[in-house]
């Protein structure tokens, strides 16, 4: 098994969710400055945690990536900015994101669609 495979297959196995008993908390890698706005392939980081990978193309000056990132994921997953905020990390790419409201079905909720991607 090659370098590649084993990481992938880790990713799998991992998840950047994890309930809390405010929401759910949401693990990012975040890139600004890319060429286009996305949400990547889950990955392990350098603990073996799973990070979601985001791409966003603002800048990192004043929160601007921040709010890339907070836009992007109440678009995608269908939720309302107002409940999402970083808590950690925000100057940094490894980020927190917590979503506000119950969070076992908020992972209900997420886990499909963030399965759905990967199939």
């Keep these: ?50 990070v979601l990978k985001i791409a966003v193309t603002a800048v990192p000056e004043k929160g601007n990536a921040n709010a890339a990132v907070i836009k992007l994921l109440a678009k995608s997953w269908r939720l309302r900015k107002s409940d999402m905020d970083i808590v950690q990390g925000a100057t940094d790419r490894n980020k927190t994101l917590l979503i506000t409201g119950s969070g076992n079905e908020l992972l209900s909720l997420l886990n499909p669609l963030l399965a759905a991607r990967d199939a």
Aim: glycine share 10%; hydrophobic share 40%; aromatic share 4%.
């Design 1 to 50: 098994m090659s370098f590649t495979a084993s990481r992938c297959v880790l990713a799998d196995a991992l998840s950047p969710f994890q309930a809390v008993p405010q929401g759910l908390q949401v693990r990012l890698r975040v890139t600004p400055k890319a060429s286009r706005d996305a949400i990547g392939d889950v990955v392990a980081d350098g603990q073996g945690n799973g």
